[in-house]
Every structure is written in C-alpha cells, then in structure tokens.
C-alpha cells in the first residue's frame, strides 16, 4: 500500500471517529428542535409606541411643571401623537416662554414647531424616535429573558425577529402555555399613587367629583373595591394622583406570601432610593388611601396607617398561583411597552415522539430503498456508492451535533435529501467511468479520469445548492432553518465523501489489481 | 446493468411541442389558482389551526356542532385514530381588532370542545399565525424564491454563458410553476414546508443543468466545427442515464419520506416528488432548448474559443 493512501485511509477513519464521538449518544447530542421536543414558540411585537407615548407624556409634563414654577400660566398642555404633544400658551407670556430655560432643555431633544394661538408642537427627534424604539424593543427582550429564566426553562430562545419591533420566543418542553404566555407577555407597571377622591360606582360619579373638569395632575382609573373579608369584591374607579409616589423601578426584590386573613398575597421591598421616597411619602400622608395600582387598574388600596420605608405588601384576591407569578414578574421587572402575540405555535410532546420515529424510519426506509437500486445497478460499486452515503451522513451528524445545530421535522427531510443529494455525486462519478472504459482506457485510468473531469461539476452543482440553502435559511425561522441547515452541512460532507472517501475506496479496491483487469461497476 | 447507453435522440426537434406540453399545464394550475385562489395554508393566510385527538369514536359533524360559528373546517387527520384539524380563518377584520384576542381563538375552540363532551382531548398541536406574520412570510417567501434563482442565474452565468444561465432560470422557473400548479390540482396547501420544497427544487434542477451545461463545454473544446444544436443534443444524450438514474435514487429516497415521514411533511415531499420529475423533464427540454435559441449563429469554432475563455 502507498504511503499516500495510507494516509487517505487514516484522515477518513479518523473523521468518521471524530463525528461518531461528536453526536454518540445521539439522544443526548443531537439537539431536538421545538417540532420534535415539543415546546411553544411565540412571535410578539413590542407596541413600542406605547414607550414613545410615555416619554412624551413625561416631558409634556415636566415642561408644564417647569413653566409652572416659573410663573409662565399654561393654557393647555395635550400629547396629540406617540411622538408629539402640543403646549398652548396665552399670548402675553409668549415672550417669556420663549426666552425660558425650560423650553432650551426641551429642545435637545424636541423638535418645535409654532402653530396659531400660542400652540406649540413639541416632536421628538427621527433619530431619537428611532433610537427610542430600539431601546424599547432590547428592553423588552432583556425583561422577556429574565422571566423566562425565572420559569426555568431549559434551553429556551429569545430573539430579535425579522421585523424591528418583532421578538421569538422559543420554549422547548413546555406544557402550560397559557401561563407562560401570561408571564411572558405582563407588562408589570407597578405605581404605588396617592387616591385623592374615591372610590366611586363608576367613571362619570368620579368625573362628577371634580365638576367633570378633572385637574391634569389627577386620573380617574379602574379597579377593585375590596369589600368585608368574606364579599366578593366590585369594580370600582378611583381618583388618583397622577404622579406615582414610587414604582416598580424602586423595587428590590418581590416574594409571595400571606396577608393576615392566611390568602396569598405579595410582599415588597424597595431600594435604598425608593425607601427614602416612600419614607417621606408616607410621613406626610397617614391615614390617607394608597392605590396600588399595577398596569393602570387599582389591585388594592390600603389605608397608610404609620410611616413606611422599604416594605410593602399587595394583596387582593390573589390564588397562589397569581401571587406567585405576579412577584416573578414583579421581580424581572416592568416591559417597557405592552405586547401582542403575532403568531404561536405549539407542539404537543407525543406529536413530537412520533415525528422522530416516523423520521427515523423515513431514513432508514430511503437508504434501503437507494442501496437496493445501487447494488442492483452498479453491483459491486454500487457498495461504495453506499458506503460513501453512510460516512456522509455520519458527518452531517457529528457536524449538528458538533456546532449544537438544531435538528427539525424539516432538518429530517434534509436528512434524507442528503441521501439523495450523495448518490447523485456517485452516479455522476461511475457513468463517467463507464465512458471512460469504453473508450478503452484502463481500469485505473479511466477511474481516474472520470473522478477528474467530474469534480468541477460537483463544486458547480453543490455551489448552486448552497446558493439556495442560504436563501432557505434567510427565509424561514426555527423548523425550516433546521432543514437549511442540514441541507447545507449535508452538501458540504458529500462533497468530502463523493471526491475522497469514494475514490480512495476505489484505490483501495484497484491497488493490487493488475492494469488489465475489469472492474465491477 | 445499463440504461439508456448509447442513445441518439434529436431532443431539440421536440423543444417547441414540449413548451406547448408544458404552458398548457401551467396555464391549467394559474387558472386554477386565479378562480379559486392560490390555496395557501395558514402560515400565509393567518388564522388557527388546532389539532386534536379524542379518545372515542367522534365524526367530523359533531365537532363542526361543538364551535360555533360556521367558518371552521374540520379534517380527519390521521385515519387510525381519531385526529382531526380544525382550522378557523383570521376573524373578519381583524386588521383592527386586539391581536391578543385573536390569539386566544385557539383556547376557546378547546373550550368549547370540552363542553360538548366528546371524550377527553388530547392536544396534539396548535397553531396561531397572525396577519402580519402571514403578510411578512408571503413577501418573504417570494423574494426568497426569486433571489435564489437570480443567485445561481449569476452564478451559471459566471462560470459558463449568459444564454445558459437564461435557460438554467426559464427551466427553474418552469419547475416552480408546474410544481405549484399540481401542487394546487392535487389539493395541497401553499405552506412554509413546500415553500422550503420549491426552494430546494430550484437548487436541485439546477443541478441537473450544470452537468449538462458543464458537458456542453466539454465537448465544444473536443468537436470545434459543429452547430451547438448538436453538441448540446449530444450533451444531453451522454448525461441521460446519469440524469434518469440520479432523479430515480433522488424519487426514491423522497419517496419514502412521503410514505413514512408523518403528515407534517406529506405537502413537503409531494412537491418534491411532482419537482424532481418537472426539473429532469425541464433539464433535458427547456434549459437546453432556450440556451441553444439564445446562442448566437456564429460557427462553433468562435464559441468554442469564447468557452474556452470562460472555461479557463
């Protein structure tokens, strides 16, 4: 034997070895996409028009405020768009609005246009609208992942998604989605805020209160009336400073527990910050009502009874699994925005099973079929044909498993077009031999030139196929880029297997025949 | 054992009835699609699609009596037991309405199907598709569709001739066609399974013409003074066993993934199955036909040492 060949037969074995300790055991290498594990997966869009929104209100209010205290009376103070709001100022103090220091801070970030009778219009910045909406949806994602964590779910996935404002959530093995998607999807905006008037049977009793002329730094917003221990509480409205004393951006930390009447409830603790906020707040407020107010509905609202710094409790009619998830989301902090679900899919776990046996058969089934026809057809080196399909399927996995890559429902159709994509290589091969003898070129020689004048052409045709598989790739999410990725994988090991493996195979079979001798193809 | 050695057929004198053969069905699937419109599955069309399994005997009408409503189409799926899928169409209007409503779709037809009382539930999968997720993987899927046949259209045309790289595109685009044609006749849904197939479609036709094309180059070093309706005839003659052998094993190894790779993927490999007949017909009847009617009439001798240049 050549030294050379010696050598072609090691790299091949030591590659073979290679991939068989990359993916062996299979069950633990190979990694199961959501359609074979089952699992739910989730496209939400983040409104991130919301965010905007708030940031707007926030600035509409603080200029109003400011001009305010700088004795600068506002007519009107209104957020006319999630990225605009208007300020109408009477036409005496127009002078003195202009030349105010809170109009110049304003402005670094807002674009001001002037309307007619003392109308401004603030906008926000195009490239800060921008830059805000990214923030948003980064946040978003940063916030989903930390619940998720929370969950504890293994090997989930969350990522930005094809549009700007879109996320993919992918959460193997899950079975109780709807709770995930609650938790995924709470927004969590915890305000603790002052009640000023109420509660009242309804929005129009509570408007009535303030002679349907409800002062800007007050809101009327829904929520529960706790009745005696015992009743079923009802909805009610409450009147409400507009300015939270505290929020969920002050917690530190959030547990589940009981409230004294034993039903769950949620505890609290502030940071250093909140606590002296909440300290002073407090203070000057005994004896008055505090909403606790998460996403804009009132859930409780104790009475302040002595002056309180870190701790806090939330009750209402909380089941241990409310209070549970509500200290998770509490804990992983607020979303930014709120979120709707674009698309869900779930896959039930025994769906998942019977996709992987039917797969597993599929390619068994389509290697018998094709080494029946190879062995039929080119009889003995139909056997090579067959063994270089094996080694290259041994490779695709020991590269998948290898690279963590995903294997799909799809990924098992790759699988099996990789069959069909190696024994192309070979036919292509082994019809250019035949011509080649039957110019009458010797064994050898004609093996040779048909590997030869063949190889261009399966670079040309596995480059057009990757062409394709990276469009394929581009194209789909989680199961169909499972199938872009064997495809791909698979492409590059054939072309290893039907140049290299396959033609040392015929080395090894021509090496100690003579040039005369015939060869069984 | 041999096939097909030797053969000498005029495969070119045949090219025009074959682009009759092949816009006839073409024409028939696009009328097809354009009277009852391209039957796209949810993925593309948005909606619901849950499947379940109960563990008694039930009949399609009693789930149809469960949902109310009459948008919901019920399907046995799986004849051995009893499986059905129930689709229900993105409620109208749903442009304005909450998004997180129409997510729930799915948690009320359960609903309601356990209130009738057919027996316990077994939730096999469900899936929700949003409009805008539909909308964005329909632009999607058809750029994808049209960049990867512009992607190896430039490719043939760098590594061989632009007549060829047109006639590699018609063919592919003439298997996609008819795939997506019989695909509609045969009553298959439009899903990002048989996208992903008519996408693989068009790097596997290809393949095809490459070795015919590469073939072609070949033979214009070896026989400089003759016309290229010959030189290609006999290209396509040399590769035929290769290109029928190659499509037989490609069918087979398909093929049993149609018969045994679960419902999921049936769409999938019935487009493959339909495209890797189309492509080889195509391969051997339209790509060489346009290349050949796209190649200049200049004797062979100057194409030959333009190939040449290219080849080198």
């Given at each position: 034997?050549?030294?050379?060949?010696?050598?072609?037969?090691?790299?091949?074995?030591?590659?073979?070895?290679?991939?068989?300790?990359?993916?062996?055991?299979?069950?633990?290498?190979?990694?199961?996409?959501?359609?074979?594990?089952?699992?739910?997966?989730?496209?939400?869009?983040?409104?991130?028009?919301?965010?905007?929104?708030?940031?707007?209100?926030?600035?509409?209010?603080?200029?109003?405020?400011?001009?305010?205290?700088?004795?600068?009376?506002?007519?009107?103070?209104?957020?006319?768009?999630?990225?605009?709001?208007?300020?109408?100022?009477?036409?005496?103090?127009?002078?003195?609005?202009?030349?105010?220091?809170?109009?110049?801070?304003?402005?670094?970030?807002?674009?001001?246009?002037?309307?007619?009778?003392?109308?401004?219009?603030?906008?926000?910045?195009?490239?800060?609208?921008?830059?805000?909406?990214?923030?948003?949806?980064?946040?978003?994602?940063?916030?989903?992942?930390?619940?998720?964590?929370?969950?504890?779910?293994?090997?989930?996935?969350?990522?930005?998604?094809?549009?700007?404002?879109?996320?993919?959530?992918?959460?193997?093995?899950?079975?109780?989605?709807?709770?995930?998607?609650?938790?995924?999807?709470?927004?969590?905006?915890?305000?603790?805020?002052?009640?000023?008037?109420?509660?009242?049977?309804?929005?129009?009793?509570?408007?009535?209160?303030?002679?349907?002329?409800?002062?800007?730094?007050?809101?009327?917003?829904?929520?529960?009336?706790?009745?005696?221990?015992?009743?079923?509480?009802?909805?009610?409205?409450?009147?409400?400073?507009?300015?939270?004393?505290?929020?969920?951006?002050?917690?530190?930390?959030?547990?589940?527990?009981?409230?004294?009447?034993?039903?769950?409830?949620?505890?609290?603790?502030?940071?250093?910050?909140?606590?002296?906020?909440?300290?002073?707040?407090?203070?000057?407020?005994?004896?008055?009502?505090?909403?606790?107010?998460?996403?804009?509905?009132?859930?409780?609202?104790?009475?302040?009874?002595?002056?309180?710094?870190?701790?806090?409790?939330?009750?209402?009619?909380?089941?241990?699994?409310?209070?549970?998830?509500?200290?998770?989301?509490?804990?992983?902090?607020?979303?930014?925005?709120?979120?709707?679900?674009?698309?869900?899919?779930?896959?039930?776990?025994?769906?998942?099973?019977?996709?992987?046996?039917?797969?597993?058969?599929?390619?068994?089934?389509?290697?018998?079929?094709?080494?029946?026809?190879?062995?039929?057809?080119?009889?003995?080196?139909?056997?090579?044909?067959?063994?270089?399909?094996?080694?290259?399927?041994?490779?695709?996995?020991?590269?998948?498993?290898?690279?963590?890559?995903?294997?799909?429902?799809?990924?098992?159709?790759?699988?099996?077009?990789?069959?069909?994509?190696?024994?192309?290589?070979?036919?292509?091969?082994?019809?250019?031999?035949?011509?080649?003898?039957?110019?009458?070129?010797?064994?050898?020689?004609?093996?040779?030139?048909?590997?030869?004048?063949?190889?261009?052409?399966?670079?040309?045709?596995?480059?057009?196929?990757?062409?394709?598989?990276?469009?394929?790739?581009?194209?789909?999410?989680?199961?169909?880029?499972?199938?872009?990725?064997?495809?791909?994988?698979?492409?590059?090991?054939?072309?290893?297997?039907?140049?290299?493996?396959?033609?040392?195979?015929?080395?090894?079979?021509?090496?100690?025949?003579?040039?005369?001798?015939?060869?069984?193809? | 054992?041999?096939?097909?050695?030797?053969?000498?057929?005029?495969?070119?004198?045949?090219?025009?009835?074959?682009?009759?053969?092949?816009?006839?069905?073409?024409?028939?699937?696009?009328?097809?699609?354009?009277?009852?419109?391209?039957?796209?599955?949810?993925?593309?069309?948005?909606?619901?699609?849950?499947?379940?399994?109960?563990?008694?005997?039930?009949?399609?009408?009693?789930?149809?009596?469960?949902?109310?409503?009459?948008?919901?189409?019920?399907?046995?799926?799986?004849?051995?037991?009893?499986?059905?899928?129930?689709?229900?169409?993105?409620?109208?209007?749903?442009?304005?309405?909450?998004?997180?409503?129409?997510?729930?779709?799915?948690?009320?037809?359960?609903?309601?199907?356990?209130?009738?009382?057919?027996?316990?539930?077994?939730?096999?999968?469900?899936?929700?598709?949003?409009?805008?997720?539909?909308?964005?993987?329909?632009?999607?899927?058809?750029?994808?569709?049209?960049?990867?046949?512009?992607?190896?259209?430039?490719?043939?045309?760098?590594?061989?001739?632009?007549?060829?790289?047109?006639g590699a595109m018609v063919a592919s685009v003439h298997d996609?066609?008819?795939?997506?044609?019989?695909?509609?006749?045969?009553?298959?849904?439009?899903?990002?399974?048989?996208?992903?197939?008519?996408?693989?479609?068009?790097?596997?036709g290809v393949?095809?013409q490459?070795?015919?094309?590469?073939?072609?180059?070949?033979?214009?070093?070896?026989?400089?003074?003759?016309?290229?309706?010959?030189?290609?005839?006999?290209?396509?003659?040399?590769?035929?066993?290769?290109?029928?052998?190659?499509?037989?094993?490609?069918?087979?190894?398909?093929?049993?993934?149609?018969?045994?790779?679960?419902?999921?993927?049936?769409?999938?490999?019935?487009?493959?199955?339909?495209?890797?007949?189309?492509s080889?017909?195509s391969t051997?009847?339209i790509a060489?036909?346009i290349?050949?009617?796209?190649?200049?009439?200049?004797?062979?001798?100057?194409?030959?040492?333009?190939?040449?240049?290219?080849?080198?």
């Amino acid at each position: 034997m050549s030294k050379n060949l010696r050598w072609k037969i090691l790299v091949i074995f030591a590659i073979i070895g290679l991939s068989i300790f990359a993916f062996y055991p299979p069950q633990e290498k190979i990694k199961l996409g959501l359609d074979l594990k089952g699992g739910v997966q989730l496209v939400l869009r983040v409104v991130t028009d919301d965010a905007l929104r708030l940031e707007v209100q926030t600035s509409a209010d603080r200029l109003a405020e400011q001009l305010k205290t700088a004795n600068i009376p506002v007519t009107s103070v209104n957020v006319v768009s999630p990225t605009s709001f208007a300020i109408t100022i009477p036409p005496e103090q127009d002078a003195a609005f202009r030349a105010s220091p809170a109009l110049v801070a304003v402005e670094t970030t807002y674009e001001r246009s002037s309307g007619s009778g003392g109308t401004y219009t603030f906008s926000i910045r195009p490239n800060l609208v921008v830059q805000l909406r990214e923030d948003t949806v980064n946040q978003a994602l940063q916030t989903i992942e930390r619940r998720v964590n929370e969950l504890g779910v293994a090997e989930p996935v969350i990522a930005r998604h094809s549009a700007a404002d879109q996320i993919l959530v992918m959460l193997p093995g899950v079975t109780d989605v709807n709770r995930a998607k609650d938790i995924i999807r709470s927004t969590a905006q915890l305000e603790l805020k002052l009640v000023e008037q109420g509660p009242f049977p309804d929005e129009a009793a509570a408007r009535q209160a303030y002679a349907n002329n409800v002062p800007p730094d007050i809101q009327v917003i829904p929520g529960t009336i706790e009745g005696v221990p015992g009743q079923p509480s009802s909805v009610g409205f409450y009147a409400v400073r507009r300015v939270p004393a505290v929020t969920g951006r002050d917690l530190r930390n959030a547990r589940p527990t009981l409230d004294e009447n034993n039903r769950p409830a949620v505890s609290f603790s502030l940071n250093q910050d909140g606590a002296r906020k909440f300290g002073i707040f407090t203070q000057a407020n005994i004896n008055r009502q505090l909403a606790i107010v998460m996403d804009n509905r009132v859930v409780s609202a104790p009475r302040i009874e002595s002056q309180i710094f870190d701790e806090g409790r939330i009750t209402g009619n909380f089941t241990n699994q409310e209070s549970q998830d509500l200290s998770l989301v509490l804990r992983s902090g607020a979303l930014p925005a709120n979120m709707s679900y674009l698309e869900e899919r779930t896959v039930g776990p025994s769906l998942g099973a019977e996709s992987v046996r039917a797969g597993i058969l599929a390619s068994i089934a389509g290697v018998v079929f094709v080494m029946i026809f190879m062995l039929l057809y080119y009889r003995l080196a139909g056997l090579n044909a067959i063994t270089s399909v094996i080694v290259n399927l041994i490779i695709l996995l020991g590269i998948m498993a290898y690279l963590g890559a995903t294997m799909t429902l799809p990924g098992i159709a790759g699988f099996i077009l990789t069959i069909g994509i190696g024994v192309d290589s070979n036919v292509l091969i082994f019809e250019r031999i035949r011509e080649e003898l039957a110019t009458g070129k010797s064994v050898k020689n004609a093996v040779a030139a048909g590997f030869d004048r063949v190889f261009l052409t399966i670079l040309d045709t596995h480059i057009a196929s990757l062409i394709s598989a990276a469009f394929l790739f581009n194209f789909g999410t989680g199961p169909i880029r499972g199938f872009a990725t064997t495809l791909t994988f698979g492409l590059l090991a054939n072309v290893f297997t039907a140049v290299f493996v396959s033609r040392t195979l015929f080395e090894v079979i021509l090496m100690r025949r003579s040039k005369t001798a015939s060869l069984s193809i | 054992m041999r096939i097909l050695t030797n053969v000498n057929v005029d495969w070119l004198r045949w090219r025009w009835h074959s682009l009759v053969l092949s816009w006839l069905v073409i024409l028939a699937g696009v009328g097809l699609m354009a009277t009852r419109g391209l039957p796209l599955g949810i993925d593309f069309s948005g909606g619901t699609l849950v499947v379940v399994r109960f563990d008694t005997a039930v009949s399609e009408d009693q789930i149809r009596n469960a949902i109310p409503g009459d948008e919901e189409s019920v399907q046995r799926y799986s004849d051995a037991v009893n499986e059905f899928s129930i689709r229900l169409p993105l409620q109208v209007g749903a442009e304005g309405t909450d998004e997180t409503a129409l997510a729930q779709t799915a948690q009320r037809m359960l609903a309601d199907l356990q209130k009738a009382n057919l027996g316990t539930i077994e939730v096999r999968s469900t899936e929700f598709v949003g409009p805008v997720i539909g909308r964005d993987l329909q632009r999607k899927g058809f750029f994808a569709t049209v960049a990867s046949l512009g992607g190896i259209a430039v490719y043939i045309g760098l590594r061989f001739r632009f007549s060829f790289a047109i006639g590699a595109m018609v063919a592919s685009v003439h298997d996609v066609l008819i795939t997506l044609s019989i695909l509609t006749l045969a009553g298959y849904e439009l899903s990002l399974n048989t996208i992903a197939a008519i996408l693989t479609l068009v790097g596997y036709g290809v393949n095809d013409q490459i070795v015919i094309f590469d073939r072609v180059r070949e033979n214009l070093r070896l026989k400089k003074r003759e016309p290229i309706e010959t030189v290609i005839n006999t290209a396509v003659n040399q590769t035929l066993p290769r290109t029928i052998i190659t499509a037989g094993t490609t069918f087979l190894a398909v093929f049993s993934l149609f018969l045994f790779g679960g419902d999921v993927l049936e769409g999938f490999a019935f487009a493959m199955l339909v495209g890797i007949i189309t492509s080889t017909y195509s391969t051997v009847f339209i790509a060489s036909a346009i290349a050949v009617m796209l190649s200049p009439k200049m004797p062979a001798r100057q194409v030959q040492s333009k190939a040449g240049r290219q080849a080198s």
